[in-house]
């Protein structure tokens, strides 16, 4: 199988703000008017989006996302709702502002043996994504770090392949407690408020600029797993 350098794969334009509860609300009825849900989603649109972060003993996703490093990356373990039964093992990367993932499915006993802390068997699948985080995990040290949790309205818009997301209610929890439980209880990670993703390809449509528009709100870098890192 041949697998394209990631510097040959397509990237996304993403921008992020942080609103707070009354920008929500205006916002949300708004997108709700002119476009469509997720059709993954639940009822009202929104699903629950439990994500597990790996980074090095020297916090290096952390240190490069603060620092605005344009090549950058972080891993991590993502589950919807309350089903852990579907898990997928994500990379995310960033190269001079634009952003790509890949992913692979992970099934429940491979990442409870995971985070157990036994990684061999990453290296009995053909998954070259399960590959790079064995030699990450071994030349990197890298390990869980922080859990984040939150509830996803996501909307879509076919022109520009848009994606536009509010992500509310956002909570932590460190280390990988108990991340294949969903009936845990996480602190908050930041003040009430939302955070609003809009990621697209080679345009943004001026319909979804306009609808988007948050009077006084400049784009600006937001990453939940920073926030989550805050009361380490």
Avoid: W
Avoid at 119 to 147: H, N, Q, V
């Amino acid at each position: 199988m041949t697998i394209k350098p990631e510097n040959e794969l397509p990237l996304r334009h993403e921008l992020k703000h942080r609103i707070n509860l009354r920008e929500d609300l205006v916002l949300s009825q708004r997108l709700r008017k002119l476009f469509a849900h997720d059709k993954n989603a639940g009822p009202g649109g929104t699903y629950r989006v439990t994500s597990l972060y790996f980074d090095t003993p020297y916090d290096s996703a952390l240190r490069e996302k603060i620092d605005g490093v344009n090549r950058r990356e972080k891993f991590r373990l993502r589950y919807y709702g309350m089903d852990t039964s579907f898990i997928r093992l994500e990379k995310k990367y960033k190269v001079n502002g634009l952003c790509g993932k890949r992913s692979a499915r992970m099934t429940q006993e491979q990442v409870k043996e995971l985070l157990s802390g036994s990684s061999e068997f990453l290296l009995d699948s053909d998954e070259p994504l399960f590959t790079e985080l064995y030699s990450k995990i071994k030349g990197k040290g890298l390990r869980p770090k922080a859990i984040v949790r939150y509830d996803r309205e996501a909307f879509l818009y076919a022109p520009g392949n848009v994606r536009i997301t509010l992500d509310r209610d956002i909570r932590t929890g460190i280390g990988n407690v108990d991340f294949l439980n969903p009936a845990i209880f996480y602190m908050r990670a930041m003040e009430p408020g939302t955070v609003l993703e809009v990621k697209y390809d080679a345009f943004l449509p001026e319909l979804v600029r306009m609808a988007v528009q948050v009077p006084g709100r400049q784009a600006a870098a937001c990453s939940k797993y920073a926030l989550s890192r805050r009361f380490d």
